[in-house]
């Protein structure tokens, strides 16, 4: 019960963080930003064990301290590419975590697997061609950090396809937010800038998180109420 006060208070915390990034309150949204993802990680923490609880972790974890360092990213690009790095190795232990959980249920259905990885190619191919011109030397990186969350989302298909109901739901949603919402940030910083792009890039991330850690909590746990 105390997991499930904890994500009650994440949804909260959230709203109330969103609703001072619209009032253009940037010096408090800077200072709450680092205490969001800490709700996550403890309502995961106080849960019961199951096998994929340490993977989890590990994933919200580095993408907290990706929330950290891009709070300094417009003192230096360094800031930016940290950032990048840490939620680069976070999508790389979510591809683990769903690779771990692919293994406990069966169902399949080609179809809509190769047509989910059609889309996937055809986002990674569009978006690169969108922004390659701008992106100078960071061009590799944003390459391998694109085709990484393009395997996350691939694996969160897979899982789509073999979970149960309604957690596979959640993961693979919460997936796709979570594209979306590095899709914004990268559109807003290297093609144009996005009318409240701050408030779009944060309300889909924390819902992104949210999503996956709810489904992946119902997947280890039936039995679970969660909010």
């Known amino acids: 019960m105390k997991s499930n006060h904890v994500l009650t208070g994440f949804i909260g915390f959230s709203l109330i963080y969103l609703v001072i990034i619209l009032l253009g309150r940037e010096d408090i949204t800077a200072f709450l930003k680092p205490f969001l993802l800490p709700f996550l990680i403890t309502a995961v923490y106080l849960q019961e064990n199951f096998s994929s609880k340490k993977t989890l972790l590990i994933a919200l974890t580095l993408s907290w301290i990706g929330d950290i360092i891009l709070l300094f990213a417009a003192k230096g690009e360094i800031y930016f590419i940290g950032g990048l790095i840490a939620f680069l190795f976070s999508h790389i232990f979510y591809i683990i975590l769903f690779n771990k959980q692919l293994k406990i249920y069966l169902r399949k259905s080609k179809t809509i697997y190769w047509i989910g990885i059609t889309l996937i190619i055809i986002y990674l191919i569009g978006m690169m061609v969108l922004l390659m011109p701008n992106l100078g030397e960071l061009l590799l990186p944003v390459f391998v950090y694109a085709m990484t969350i393009?395997?996350?989302?691939?694996?969160?298909?897979?899982?789509?396809?073999?979970?149960?109901?309604?957690?596979?739901?959640?993961?693979?949603?919460?997936?796709?937010?979570?594209?979306?919402?590095?899709?914004?940030?990268?559109?807003?910083?290297?093609?144009?800038?996005?009318?409240?792009s701050t408030f779009l890039i944060m309300s889909t991330y924390l819902t992104a998180q949210y999503l996956i850690v709810i489904g992946i909590l119902k997947l280890n746990k039936k039995k679970l109420q969660i909010p």
């Open 150 to 196: 393009s395997i996350m989302l691939l694996f969160a298909l897979k899982g789509f396809l073999n979970w149960h109901k309604p957690a596979n739901t959640y993961i693979l949603i919460g997936s796709i937010i979570f594209v979306a919402s590095d899709s914004i940030l990268a559109f807003d910083k290297f093609y144009a800038a996005i009318q409240y």
